[in-house]
């Protein structure tokens, strides 16, 4: 009777709190839950295709789809199957960023490595997507300055003479105004064509590998534009494929296939079909060469795969010492 009466009372504090842990691992666990069975339901059964959204529309787009396509090619038995599809209304970058982040959506795109817009909620691809082609900057500008840019011969003249137009929402926009540049930005892209023609500004800035595509649409329309053959500039911009975590598994089948498009040679196939002409246009003309810094970026390009396009002249400014990489083989 004594053993019984002295035997402590039942803690129920510590009940309570085992009890409140117990709620919290439940509620904690749920919303992942409740994503895995959303992602599980995308799927669906294995004979079914999977779509892959993706809301860039631009003349390397048609690039970035043969890439992709290619890529899948070495996992053919794989399931799902998957497509790529383009979104079926315009949007913004900021606005599809926006989308992908929330993770509801298999939404790829294409976007920079810039210490300012690491996304933690998005993956991204082991290969830098266009082999940094896109730092290379070709000048569309107004004839009449077609002389006055043939003299300039270092940056600080440039930034004097010359006020640039850009997309605001574009990553490389704060590049350019930290290499002391004064930028005029606006949402669309095809704004600026017409704004240049208005003297809103003096030139434009396109990566190499959309400048003489681009040529095409705008040519007839603003008669009185050109692109600069006597200049270009050049900052280190890679590129690179990104997608929700939630789809990770499919970013990890596109670098499996491009690793091997690599290495068998099939990748460079396709990168100078596209783009042999713009290849062909720095053999040509050989402008000079103007180097940005970049401050923001994140990871460094990767020398070898500019080689694939640089010719033998930029090499050394470009690459310096990396330039000799241009001559080993490499696997991605």
Same mark, same amino acid.
């Given at each position: ?5 002295? %035997? ?8 309570? $709190? ?10 904690l ?16 059964t &294995?004979?079914?295709?999977f779509? $892959?959204?993706?809301f ?16 899948? &090619?070495?996992?053919?038995?794989s ?14 970058? *900021?606005r ?15 976007l ?10 998005? &993956? ?9 082609m ?7 500008? +107004? ?16 930034? +004097? ?17 930290? %290499? ?22 003096d030139?434009?800035p ?37 997608i929700?975590? %939630? ?15 690599? &290495? ?29 810094? %970049?401050?923001?970026?994140? *990871? ?8 694939w ?24």
């Amino acid at each position: 009777m004594k053993r019984l009466l002295s %035997n402590p009372a039942p803690n129920r504090a510590g009940w309570h $709190i085992g009890l409140l842990g117990l709620v919290l691992s439940w509620a904690l666990a749920a919303p992942q839950a409740k994503a895995q069975t959303a992602i599980a339901s995308q799927l669906g059964t &294995s004979s079914e295709p999977f779509t $892959i959204w993706y809301f860039q529309r631009q003349v390397k787009s048609k690039f970035r789809s043969e890439l992709i396509s290619l890529a899948l &090619s070495y996992t053919q038995s794989s399931q799902p199957r998957l497509v790529l599809k383009p979104w079926p209304m315009p949007l913004t970058q *900021q606005r599809a960023v926006s989308i992908m982040r929330q993770g509801k959506t298999p939404m790829l795109a294409t976007l920079s490595a810039h210490s300012l817009f690491d996304i933690p909620e998005l &993956s991204r691809s082991k290969y830098p997507y266009l082999a940094g082609m896109l730092g290379l900057r070709l000048l569309v500008v +107004r004839k009449q300055e077609l002389a006055e840019l043939a003299t300039i011969e270092e940056l600080a003249s440039l930034r +004097r003479g010359f006020k640039l137009g850009f997309g605001r929402h574009w990553r490389d926009y704060s590049i350019l105004e930290h %290499n002391g540049f004064r930028v005029s930005g606006t949402p669309q892209l095809e704004n600026l064509f017409p704004m240049l023609a208005a003297r809103r500004f003096d030139a434009i800035p396109r990566g190499l590998s959309e400048a003489l595509k681009e040529q095409r649409g705008w040519g007839g329309r603003y008669p009185e534009l050109a692109l600069a053959d006597s200049l270009v500039l050049y900052y280190p911009y890679p590129i690179y494929i990104h997608i929700h975590r %939630n789809y990770q598994w499919a970013l990890e089948r596109i670098d499996y296939g491009l690793g091997k498009a690599f &290495s068998d040679g099939s990748l460079e196939a396709l990168y100078r079909r596209h783009f042999g002409a713009e290849i062909q246009w720095l053999d040509q003309h050989r402008p000079k060469l103007l180097l940005l810094a %970049n401050p923001y970026l994140s *990871q460094p390009p990767r020398a070898d795969l500019l080689c694939w396009w640089l010719p033998v002249y930029l090499r050394s400014q470009i690459l310096g010492a990396e330039a000799g990489q241009c001559d080993k083989k490499t696997d991605l």
